[in-house]
């Protein structure tokens, strides 16, 4: 079965800072990516995905990610955070052959600070 | 349009106590999704549906806990008797599933259970 670690429990960032979310994932076979946000009281909002092709994905709110079969990761990336952007970040992972089956990470906590 | 709608969102019981959780996914998707997230993790699945059939319920307590997709439409989870370990976030997603390829889930706000 898949498996999905994200490396930061907790990133606190300034605002307008570059930041970065980690997600590894334990498969070296196909797989479908997923980063995913959720706001305080609120359900998961899909941010990128990739499923094949070209390796960054861009996605909303400025997000973008990596895709490094060699390494088994997908880091998230954005290049300047607003105050908006403080919210619970997921990484998941679906394998093709058994499509709606996710296996998500425990999240990364992002607090933006003035 | 309307996005998966859950209610309650907050409910309070105490231990030994029957729960419900409704939802309503967005029209036309037949695919439903059941999760669980606990304090400071991801979710993980409870059970999916295809239309009105269960395709993948093998994550589901099922001493305590059923679920039931009417007419393939709503759908309802029930906990009876809860215990305090269930206390937690019960999300519910949809999705527009067709001949086998990915098709984006859609989340809604959950149901934050409280088990005293």
């Known amino acids: 079965a898949q498996s999905v670690t994200q490396l930061d429990s907790q990133v606190p960032v300034f605002e307008e800072a570059p930041v970065e979310l980690r997600c590894n994932y334990s498969s070296s076979v196909s797989v479908y990516l997923f980063w995913y946000v959720q706001y305080p009281n609120q359900g998961l909002q899909l941010l990128l995905k990739y499923l094949s092709g070209s390796t960054l994905v861009k996605g909303i709110n400025g997000f973008e990610a990596e895709f490094n079969k060699s390494q088994t990761s997908f880091h998230l990336r954005k290049p300047s955070v607003h105050i908006s952007d403080t919210a619970e970040y997921f990484c998941?992972?679906?394998?093709?052959?058994?499509?709606?089956?996710?296996?998500f990470g425990a999240g990364t906590q992002v607090v933006v600070t003035p | 349009e309307a996005g998966v709608v859950q209610s309650p969102r907050y409910k309070i019981i105490e231990k030994k106590q029957p729960v419900a959780f409704w939802c309503n996914p967005i029209s036309g998707h037949n695919t439903l999704y059941w999760y669980l997230q606990n304090l400071g993790q991801g979710p993980e699945l409870l059970i999916r549906y295809e239309n009105e059939e269960a395709v993948d319920d093998s994550q589901l307590p099922k001493d305590r806990f059923s679920a039931e997709r009417l007419k393939g439409v709503d759908s309802t989870l029930k906990i009876q008797p809860a215990e305090l370990g269930d206390s937690a976030v019960y999300l519910c997603?949809?999705?527009?599933?067709?001949?086998?390829?990915?098709?984006?889930?859609?989340f809604g706000p959950g149901t934050r259970l409280t088990v005293l």
């Open positions: 997603a949809s999705s527009l599933s067709q001949g086998g390829s990915y098709n984006e889930q859609f």
């Open positions: 998941a992972v679906s394998d093709p052959d058994s499509w709606g089956k996710f296996q």
